[in-house]
Nanobody, 116 residues
Framework: QVQFVESGGGLVQAGGSLRLSCTPSGRTFSSYTLGWFRQAPGQEREFVAAVNWSGVTTYYADSVKGRFTISRDNGKNTVYLQMNSLKPEDTAVYLC?????????WGQGTQVTVSS
């Protein structure tokens, strides 16, 4: 059974930074585009960022462009999300998956809370 495992979340003040990590269990995804998504309370899950298999091409939601950076290390089977200049509206559970996401791959996510 494949599942993505996220870590690195926490409580941070506005303007601060966090680095999230995600590693899939069960198999490697070195040939897949991987993405980060987030879900705030009472809201639908939304796309945040994605990176292609080689790490060369990246994609970002307009709301995080210029503040977040996605990267990957295929040797460690891990994808990262560096989040800088965090805002209270970035508060959410952050999850990773393939892009497009597969419903059976969702993990528990990691909580990011940004205080004002």
């Amino acid at each position: 059974q494949v599942q993505f495992v996220e870590s690195g979340g926490g409580l941070v003040q506005a303007g601060g930074s966090l680095r999230l990590s995600c590693t899939p269990s069960g198999r490697t995804f070195s040939s897949y585009t991987l993405g980060w998504f987030r879900q705030a309370p009472g809201q639908e899950r939304e796309f945040v960022a994605a990176v292609n298999w080689s790490g060369v091409t990246t994609y970002y939601a307009d709301s995080v462009k210029g503040r977040f950076t996605i990267s990957r290390d295929n040797g460690k089977n891990t994808v990262y999300l560096q989040m800088n200049s965090l805002k209270p509206e970035d508060t959410a559970v952050y999850l990773c998956n393939t892009r497009p996401p597969r419903p059976d791959y969702w993990g528990q996510g990691t909580q990011v809370t940004v205080s004002s």
